[in-house]
């Protein structure tokens, strides 16, 4: 047998190797578009919640001022700020 003949069953382990790495980088292509996607899915969900968050900080901010709490417990429980009058200091 000559050296620069190739053997019949090389040419076909040959190919199969071939068309194996092909199949295993369209496999990869597709699981790195797929994971792309989700991750593009992620963000805007976290983009998302983040404003959600912040309005949340907003409203508690402003459910929380002391001139809203003092208006609210007036006219819902009907307390008022004691005057100067009914204050009294303790020493300790």
């Known amino acids: 047998m000559s050296a620069g003949v190739i ?4 040419t076909v382990v040959l190919l199969v190797l071939v068309l194996g ?7 990869s292509t597709h699981a790195s578009r797929g994971f792309y ?3 593009q899915d992620l963000e805007a969900r976290r983009w998302y ?5 912040s309005r949340l900080l907003l409203e508690q ?3 929380a001022s002391h001139y809203r709490i003092e208006s609210e417990a007036g006219e819902t429980l ?7 009058e009914q204050t009294r200091l303790v020493a300790q």
């Not at 919640?49 to 968050?53: K, S, T, V």
């Not at 009907?78 to 100067?84: K, R, T």
């Open 49 to 53: 919640l983040e404003e959600e968050f």
């Open 37 to 39: 996607a989700q991750l």
């Open 61 to 63: 901010s402003t459910l």
């Open 78 to 84: 009907g307390l008022v700020a004691p005057g100067h």
């Open 7 to 10: 053997r019949p069953w090389w």
């Open 21 to 27: 790495s092909a199949f295993s980088i369209i496999a």
